[in-house]
């Protein structure tokens, strides 16, 4: 085998594990990338869910906000209608005077806050008042009422009760009261219906896709309104269903919990009104981070392809390398023997000789080729030349050189052969070995080779058109002079 063909192989090898260590180097580069991205990209999902919770809990104070303003006109109703009969009464106005003054203050607030109060009304200096007009029956004992027991429960703030169901106008109310500064057994009260907050706590089950429920519950964690995402409004049955949770949540430092209910997993949050109660919102986590997945789905697919591009890219290029490197072996080899072509192996032995590297150069020809042509044919020829071809490869080592000229003519470059005794052994067994070939048809040991030989010596930068001249001028003198096996000269 050729020092060419080896060298092939060689470089084949090194180009094979170059491949593989870049394509290694490549998988394991593209594998850390992804571990970091998947990294970056949790940090960063994270990051936005925390956003996006804090985003909720922002509209949820604003909600929250909304609610208390809607106690507030009837927080400050009755702060003012307080103030206005303890004041009256300490100038010493009669309680006649002090029931007028009840009844036009519940015409005004009426007339320009809005219906959803029913009225001022309470137990004053000992005597039962109602603004709207309304007479109690005889059995009607007002301290024995809860807005009354509760006001006087906690005297000088302003307390709530429970929902009930208004007797006279079926609307679901609350009472709010507050004792009077002057006598804390005397109570004034007002009635606030709750549809239009029942309303607005509906409405926002619209506001998000996320939002499940909706509930506001008082200091005993009792219903005061609750909201589901069809509309209806919840009955106590459904709310205590929550009440886990809630419980859980209001007990809580956090002012929001994360809650598994079967296949489902969901975001109660709570924010306190000034009323002491609190508003409570159920979110469907899945809904609430919908956006979040589909945003980091698509970055992560844009990825993919594009770390599928460069892998595509990536193999194009070697692939174009390999193109690239597989049309420098053929334009340097003989597609004939496998071994160098001439122009190859000319610049190969000129690079040698600048380098000063010392050697034997061989020229080795087929004497009467033509004839030999005609007589075997070409196939036969061919043959013929590709087992001479071999035959002196397996005469090189690894750093020699060898090249196919043309028909039956072969150079070659002996590195480090640099003597005559040397290049003899090594001429005198390419002899041998030619003369032993079996090719189909040729007799190959009544073949006549022309040798041309030149020893050199290194000592000087040599040139390839001389060295090849003076070869050439060998293998000629051999041939004039058929008893000389080999003509060798030094340079």
Sequence with gaps: MSEFSLSRREELKKNNKLKKKTLMFFVSSVCVFMIVLIVIFSIMYRSAKKSVISLEQNHLQASASDIDVYFEKTNNAIIFSKTSIESGHEQGVPLISIKHNITSMTNTFLKYIDDTLAGLYGYIYGEYMDGSGWVPDDDYIATERPWYTAAVAKPD?????????????????????????????????????????NQYISSLMTSS??????????????????????????????????????????????????????????????QKLTTGW????????????QSLRY??????????????FILAIYRRISAQTEMLYLQKYESDSDLLTDTRNEKSGRETVNKELAACHSGMFVKIELDDYNQLQKRYGVTAMNKLVIAMADKLSN??????????????????????????????????????????????????????????????????????EKIYRIADERCKKRLSDKSVSVMFTSF
């Design 278 to 289: 609190y508003y409570i919102a159920k979110y469907d986590e899945a809904v609430l981070f």
């Design 209 to 270: 896709n996320a939002i499940v429920s909706a509930q506001i519950i008082d200091t005993g964690n009792a219903a005061i309104i609750a909201s589901s995402r069809s509309g209806d409004v919840l009955n106590d049955d459904a709310y205590h269903s929550l009440s886990s949770q809630v419980t859980e949540l209001l007990n809580g430092k956090s002012d929001y919990s994360r809650v598994k209910s079967g296949n489902k997993t969901y975001l109660v949050y709570r």
């Design 395 to 464: 005469r090189t080592s690894g750093n020699d050189i060898i090249y196919h000229v043309k028909d039956g003519e072969f150079c070659a470059f002996f590195k480090n052969v640099i003597t005559q005794e040397a290049g003899s052994e090594k001429i005198n067994a390419i002899f041998c070995d030619i003369n032993d070939m079996h090719v189909a048809k040729i007799d190959c040991s009544k073949l006549i080779l022309n040798i041309g030989a030149v020893v050199y010596d290194g000592k000087q930068p040599g040139s390839y």
């Design 157 to 197: 703030q302003l307390v709530y009760t429970a929902p009930y169901v208004d007797a006279e106008s079926g609307n679901v109310c609350i009472t709010i009261g507050h004792t009077l500064a002057d006598d804390d057994k005397s109570v004034i009260a007002m009635d606030l219906t709750l549809s239009s907050l």
């Design 295 to 308: 945003i980091y789905f698509i970055s992560a697919f844009v990825i993919v392809l594009v770390m599928g």
